[in-house]
């Protein structure tokens, strides 16, 4: 079905659906690696492509086949150096698809009939990080939402304990064995702490913030988890979301945004 010509070009509703789908595709890769090294590796690769389309129009036969070598070695290329990013991809795919992370729908398939999911209470862990901003201590702490954290939990010290703000504080007090990596918390516990955590390689971030942010703006691009970070240099207090990093907050900023964030259902992770 034609929907309107463009000179000599019959351009019909299927092609116009074609060009909007590709458009949202290159634009949500576009998202995927911004502010990564990544993204000039995919800009590269877009401007070779064009440039393949525009000289295989005009003819230029010789330089068409060099560049199409060069595009397909470049995509098996571009598999290793988008690893991150593609993973991240599915894992956004995942995210939006996943079933068992619904809420309700996990507390209806894993849970005893009435018991209530535990809820984390902020309290102890705000008071905690108000401490540690005060006393220059520095910390790095990941509350779980939905996604599972098993993994990063494996990289550390398996503790299981209830959260209390002594206990924070004993575990990022420099004396403390404890003290080095993330403490996740979820379901309520406190349950690992010495975790490592991935590593962000956002080139957009200012040099200023090293690799504990890194390492809290990396946690929020791989999983939905809110991840706090106390700057030891600074006291300073930042909050990565959804692959995004909130900089020095007031404590009611970083309440208000965690309250907001893990009482809202996931959403598609922004990257
Ligand atoms: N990948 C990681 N996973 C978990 N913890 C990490 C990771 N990288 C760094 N950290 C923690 O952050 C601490 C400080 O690192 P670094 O000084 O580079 O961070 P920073 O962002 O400059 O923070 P600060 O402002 O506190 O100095 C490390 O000693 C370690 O405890």
């Known amino acids: 079905m034609l929907a309107f010509r463009l000179g000599f070009l019959d351009v019909g509703w299927l092609d116009l659906l074609d060009i909007s789908l590709v458009a949202l595709l290159i634009y949500q890769i576009y998202n995927l690696v911004r502010g990564s090294v990544a993204s000039r590796v995919f800009i590269g690769y877009l401007l070779v492509y064009l440039a393949y389309l525009l000289v295989k129009a005009l003819g230029l036969n010789l330089l068409t086949t060099i560049l199409e070598y060069f595009i397909s070695v470049g995509a098996l290329a571009l598999i290793i150096i988008f690893q991150q990013e593609i993973r991240r991809f599915l894992l956004l795919i995942g ?37 540690l901003g005060a006393e220059f201590a520095g910390g790095l702490i990941v509350i779980r939402k939905n996604d599972d954290l098993e993994k990063f939990m494996h990289s550390g010290e398996s503790i299981d304990a209830e959260i209390s703000k002594p206990l924070l504080l004993a575990i990022f007090s420099q ?22 955590l991935p590593v962000s390689d956002d080139d957009e971030l200012p040099p200023s913030l090293g690799f504990r942010h ?17 700057s030891e240099e600074t006291g300073r207090l930042s909050l990565a979301l959804n692959g995004e990093l909130f900089t020095n907050l007031t404590l009611t900023e970083l309440e208000e945004s965690l309250v907001k964030y893990l009482q809202e259902p996931t959403k598609k992770a922004i990257v």
């Open 95 to 131: 995210k939006s698809t996943n079933v068992a992370n619904s809420r309700w729908i996990r507390r209806w398939l894993l849970r005893q009939p009435g018991s209530a999911e535990p809820i984390t209470p902020l309290r102890p862990i705000l008071d905690a990080c108000k401490t």
């Open 214 to 230: 890194r390492a809290a703006l990396g946690m929020s691009d791989a999983t939905d988890a809110a991840t706090i970070a106390v």
């Open 175 to 196: 004396y403390s064995p404890l003290h080095d990596g993330a403490v996740i918390i979820g379901d309520g516990r406190i349950q690992a702490a010495r975790c490592i």
